[in-house]
């Protein structure tokens, strides 16, 4: 199993920039792929950013330009580095594995991105 822990969220102006890290511990040998997710109050939780292991991203189109991820093997992290952020971008974000076989790692417990307009 792998498991995921989330930080790095907090209140911030729009305009302002937050970078969020997401920690795999576990079975990391199993992991192809880590995504960042958000759910605003209300809404469904939706993919933001997604790396794979040969470094291929995929990115929401509201984010684009805006949203970079990364990741350091030799900490087995994975970044978000938002700029730009904006009131709309308020939602906790989760991180998540995607692991050999199509399974998912487990949710970890988020973590709250605040925009202040």
């Known amino acids: 199993q792998v498991q995921v822990v989330e930080s790095g969220g907090g209140l911030v102006q729009a305009g302002g920039a937050l970078r969020l890290s997401c920690a795999a511990s576990g079975s990391i040998f199993s992991i192809n792929a880590m995504g960042w997710y958000r759910q605003a109050p209300g809404k469904q939780r939706e993919l933001v950013a997604r790396i794979t292991n040969g470094g291929s991203t995929n990115y929401a189109d509201s984010v684009k330009g805006r949203f970079t991820i990364s990741r350091d093997n030799a900490k087995n992290t994975v970044y978000l580095q938002m700029y730009s952020l904006k009131p709309e971008d308020t939602a906790v974000y989760y991180c998540?594995?995607?692991?050999?076989?199509?399974?998912?790692?487990?949710w970890g417990q988020g973590t709250q991105v605040t925009v202040s307009s």
């Open positions: 998540s594995a995607d692991l050999v076989g199509g399974a998912y790692s487990d």
